[in-house]
């Protein structure tokens, strides 16, 4: 009976590969990616040439009991998705859940993941966090989610694409309140990496000035709802301390 692999690959700096990932993808007999074109010209990069079984959100519960019959004749494979960590917002849950069932090994090779990167650039509190993966394209079920984490004082992080982030940050601004603070870390590891933080309000008028504030691929950090006592603390005050702390040694 062979391994499942989950394979962590970089979110845009190619460099961001571990040497472990690079060994199992030598050693395994099959890789199961989302975009096996995408996936082949990354696996090009480091000069391996490997078979691929194309497993992707329309078509992971079909393919997942080929994947596993052919774990059990013995086979190793590699799961990994077009950037990241395969199974957070990307295929691999059924697939990972039935092998599991079926007493397959499933072992994790760690790497990049967007969502963990923006937290930790972000001066937002990282103990406690939800991360919520992309939020409804529709504007009620988008508003109903952000009504229900409206008083979750965890940080939350969010997945969004350029298309959306306006609307959603009208949303959270109507929902969560203007002087809710969220950082926005955009095309990380990539050339025009960026990370900005303001409260809701004037972060949506920065974007709002510039088109290309918005382009690429975005995360976003919400601090978590604050107690009423730092509450009485306004917006202006608060934004003041954060400039003078960022003053301090
Ligand atoms: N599995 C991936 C991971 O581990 O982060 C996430 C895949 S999800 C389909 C793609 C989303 O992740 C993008 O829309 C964006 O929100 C975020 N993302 C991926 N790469 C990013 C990057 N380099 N900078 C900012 N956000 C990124």
């Known amino acids: 009976i062979g391994n499942l692999y989950i394979v962590a690959t970089p979110i845009g700096n190619l460099q961001d590969i571990t040497q472990r990932a690079l060994t199992i993808f030598s050693e395994v007999d099959l890789i199961a990616a989302e975009d096996t074109r995408h996936s082949g010209l990354l696996l090009n990069y480091y000069g391996i040439k490997k078979a691929f079984f194309s497993l992707h ?5 079909q393919r997942t009991a080929l994947l596993v019959d052919k774990l059990k004749q013995g086979m190793n494979v590699a ?7 395969p199974l957070i917002s990307d295929p691999g849950f059924h697939l990972v859940r039935k092998c599991r069932q079926e007493g397959i090994k499933v072992i994790p090779l760690p790497g990049a993941c967007a969502a963990i990167s923006a937290l930790c650039v972000s001066g937002i509190a990282s103990d406690r966090f939800c991360f919520e993966g992309f939020l409804p394209a529709k504007e009620k079920a988008r508003c109903d989610r952000l009504k ?10 969010f997945y969004e ?3 959306r982030i306006l609307n959603t940050l009208v949303d959270m601004e109507k929902i969560f309140g203007a002087e809710r603070y969220i950082v926005l870390a955009r095309e990380m590891t990539k050339t025009w990496e960026s990370v900005h933080g303001d409260c ?7 974007l ?15 601090e978590g709802k604050t107690s009423s006592e730092e509450q009485e603390i306004s917006p202006q005050a608060e934004k003041a301390l954060r400039l003078i702390a960022q003053e301090l040694p």
Not at 57 to 61: A, G, L, S, Y
Not at 79 to 85: K, Y
Not at 208 to 222: A, C, H, Q, S, Y
Request: aromatic fraction near 2%.
């Open 57 to 61: 959100d329309h078509n992971e519960q």
């Open 79 to 85: 799961l990994i998705s077009d950037a990241g960590t």
């Open 148 to 157: 229900n984490l409206a008083k979750e004082d965890r940080t939350l992080i």
């Open 161 to 163: 694409s350029t298309h």
């Open 200 to 206: 809701l309000g004037d972060l949506r008028k920065w």
């Open 208 to 222: 709002e000035e510039e088109p290309n504030r918005i382009k690429g691929e975005i995360v976003l950090v919400v």
